[in-house]
């Protein structure tokens, strides 16, 4: 029975595998013909600030979907999910976000949320490196004055 379910799990990862290089390469398409069409309206070649925003968020989403084909692949390969990838992916869409986000129409509430999550997110891909550091080191040896 865990074989089969191995097996089942491994052809549903290699779909999502399919799946997402799908998705990345059609939110490429997407970014080059919303580059080109924005880029050949008059003012030629110039962007006002709402299209360049809306490049870099398609960019950001294009590199989201990189690190999550990332996350997929390492997971086919080792069969175990890298949480700092993870958290990564979570850092560059909250970045993304961030940098899309329109002051006026959000609330101050929402502000302090979005630099709550941003705050829990770097603390906790710290406090991951600290650990994945420390397994990578080992115990300190003995009689050291190391805590």
Known sequence: MNRLIAIFERYVVLVLLALMMVAVFAATIELGAILAQ???????????LEEL???????LMVLIGLELLETIRAYLEQDKVHVEVVFLVAMVAVARKVIIVDLDAVSADTLFAMSAV???LSAGY????KALNARRNGPPPPGSDSP
């Open 53 to 59: 925003l809306e490049v870099f968020g398609f960019f």
């Open 126 to 129: 710290f406090l991951l490196g």
């Open 118 to 120: 941003i705050l829990a």
């Open 38 to 48: 924005q880029l050949l309206e008059p003012p030629f070649l110039l962007l006002n």
